[in-house]
């Protein structure tokens, strides 16, 4: 009897320890950098990684490995400042590479101003993905709160991309009834009186939305909807709302880490590389927006002009709308009668 | 305790068990209690009596014990069948019995979520008769069956091989009907390591997030589990407020286990 005890302790205390990489560098031969990224860009950044590492070759540079890291962007942010050794970080939003700056000041604080276009090179947007001939004839942010229309959305307290959707939808309201914040709340209310699942992550929702067929419409990222697309052929088709949000996805050189691992001049032409044509034309390809016009331009039939609303103009930036919104008692906590 | 011990070696094996204790466990929580002091008590009572929270200790705790309690009722019957009836494929079944502590918890959430959701195998005939599987309250019950399980099986199974046919046959011989041997001499003996079980399946029960997260849907109020709340505090960069709730919770967990040990204490004195 002890022994099996034993046993059935020593099982049932098995528990994931968090994966500690290394990430290491020689003086010449092989440079190695890791890129702490969020989940939907895994495939984006697998291209990337092989067209740096081409040019960096083709430069007479030597050999150079990049490793991924992909997760919710929260908890990966939470992995660096708990000392994961990354040295360049691509997150879905500018708050987590923020938090990064505060608690570890790993990097400066005024990191998004050390490249152009706010730090992000590419954008992306919010938008709806609804059932084959959209049956229940999803337009606009107005038709989310019909009823017995299921809507599919993750959680903000748990999802970077969550609060993309959220926000959108808080700017639809508050342009649709004049910034009565009253109405824009019940909006937000019915709204998440439809949501029968929410999800921990954005690729937890897609889940639930594509593969178990919960819900009529998903608000979603513009890249995951082309995704789900490829993934589910004719399942599926995309509804651009009247407004939405401009995300935009920031990356850093975590300088601290990266003075460490001798890889700072490589990190800051790794994420240099970002902004050339080469993989402004593999972001549209995978249906990110490229912030090159002419470019962008090329993928305008896929990804359309539509009206945006930004972070840092509607919300006053993220930290922000991150306290009016996400935090304890904010008006997500206010939307499901919890203070 | 006398003053000469039979086996040797208390001091070397005492102080290795106080260290070892001391490492995996005390110094962990003691951090965490530790971190959790960085807010006052005022903070401490608003975190854990605000209504989420208090929806999900609910939730947490009552999925919990009833999960267990059902696991406590067909874990017996299993060990039964697996000790007393010699079966083709008895051994395969042992061995199943354990895959539950084997599967990571994350994959058994996305399983049990696809069989139950209102699209799934058994989830749509649920939907006929009007239960929701998977996203609801039952389906975090269903979770955490499947994880406590195999607690009940494993800690009762050894007790029946040991019980051995004597006693039975005495008590039969004795005049017992079969109702009777079962109520007054084989269950008895049996109940510690049914406790026992039960103690385990619910404690394991109490900090499942894996399995859960997925089937629950994570609707504030209705279907949160603490262990998520702790996580969305995390999200926020609120490590304190995160330890706050893992402490409440961890204490009235200590709360309740304490007192099924005594309870486990009695009825052993009561039995012997």
């Known amino acids: ?67 991924q890291s992909h997760g919710g962007s929260g908890k990966q942010a939470r992995a660096v400042i708990d000392g994961q050794p990354a040295d360049v970080v691509t997150l879905a939003l500018a708050s987590d590479i923020d938090v990064i700056a505060q608690k570890a000041q790993l990097l400066p604080a005024d990191w998004q101003s050390k490249l152009s276009d706010n730090s992000s090179p590419y954008t992306s947007t919010v938008v709806f993905v609804v059932r084959k001939g959209n049956p229940k004839a999803v337009k606009d942010w107005g038709d989310l709160t019909k009823e017995g229309v299921g809507v599919i959305t993750p959680n903000p307290k748990t999802s970077g991309g969550a609060r993309w959707n959220y926000l959108a939808a808080w700017a639809w309201a ?38 178990r067929k919960i819900g009529d419409v998903l608000i979603s990222w513009e890249n995951e909807a082309y995704l789900i697309e490829k993934e589910f052929p004719g399942e599926t088709e995309i509804v651009y709302p009247s407004l939405s949000i401009l995300a935009e996805p920031p990356v850093a050189v975590v300088e601290k880490n990266t003075e460490k691992n001798g890889t700072t001049a490589a990190a800051r032409a790794y994420l240099e590389f970002l902004y050339t044509d080469e993989a402004q034309e593999l972001a549209g390809k995978h249906f990110y927006r490229p912030r090159n016009a002419a470019i962008l331009a090329k993928y305008a039939a896929k990804l359309p002009a539509i009206p945006l609303v930004t972070v840092d103009k509607d919300f006053g930036g993220w930290a922000k709308a991150q306290k009016t919104h996400f935090d304890d008692g904010g008006t997500f906590d206010q939307a499901y009668g919890t203070k | 305790m006398g003053k000469k011990r039979v086996i040797p070696g208390f001091g070397l094996s005492f102080g290795i068990t106080i260290f070892w204790l001391g490492i995996i466990i005390l110094i962990p929580l003691s951090a965490l209690f530790i971190k959790a002091a960085g807010l006052g008590p005022a903070e401490w009572w608003r975190i854990l009596t605000s209504p989420r929270v208090l929806a999900a200790a609910k939730l947490t705790f009552g999925a919990s014990a009833a999960a267990a309690a059902v696991s406590t009722v067909l874990g017996l019957l299993v060990a039964w069948v697996l000790v007393r009836y010699q079966f083709p494929g008895r051994r395969i079944l042992d061995a199943i019995v354990d895959l539950p ?91 510690p390591a049914l406790i026992t079980g039960f103690t ?68 052993n004195w009561q039995t012997r």
């Open chain 1, 1 to 67: 009897m002890k022994s099996r005890l034993i046993l059935t302790f020593a099982l049932a205390s098995l528990s994931v320890l968090p994966a500690c990489k290394k990430s290491s560098s020689t003086a010449g031969g092989t440079i190695e950098l890791q890129n702490v990224s969020y989940d939907p860009t895994r495939e984006f950044y697998a291209d990337i990684n092989t067209a740096f590492a081409k040019n960096w070759a083709a430069d007479g540079k030597g050999e150079i490995k990049i490793t």
């Open chain 1, 174 to 211: 508050e342009k649709q009834f004049t910034g009565d914040q009253t109405e824009v709340l019940d909006y937000i209310k019915a709204l998440f009186k439809n949501v029968p699942v929410l999800d921990t992550g954005a690729r937890g929702s897609t889940t639930t939305f594509a593969q």
């Open chain 2, 101 to 191: 502590f084997a599967l990571p918890t994350a994959v058994a959430g996305i399983t049990l979520t696809t069989i139950y959701a209102p699209t799934g195998w058994i989830g749509k005939y649920l939907a006929e008769i009007g239960i929701q599987g998977a996203y609801s309250p039952f389906g975090v019950f269903i979770a955490l069956t499947f994880i406590g399980f195999p607690f009940v099986v494993r800690t009762v199974q050894p007790v029946m091989e040991d019980m051995g046919a004597e006693l039975e046959e005495a008590s039969a011989i004795l005049g017992a009907g079969r109702w009777t041997t079962f109520r007054r001499v084989i269950f008895p003996v049996l109940v």
């Open chain 2, 200 to 267: 385990l399946a619910f404690a394991r029960a109490i900090g499942e997030y894996g399995s859960v997260i997925f089937i629950s849907g994570n609707l504030p109020m209705k279907t949160e589990i603490l262990p998520l709340l702790i996580v969305a505090q995390l999200e926020q960069v609120k490590y304190e407020a995160a330890a706050v709730i893992a402490s409440g919770m961890l204490l009235v967990s200590f709360f309740l286990l304490f007192l099924i040990n005594l309870l486990q204490r009695r009825l």
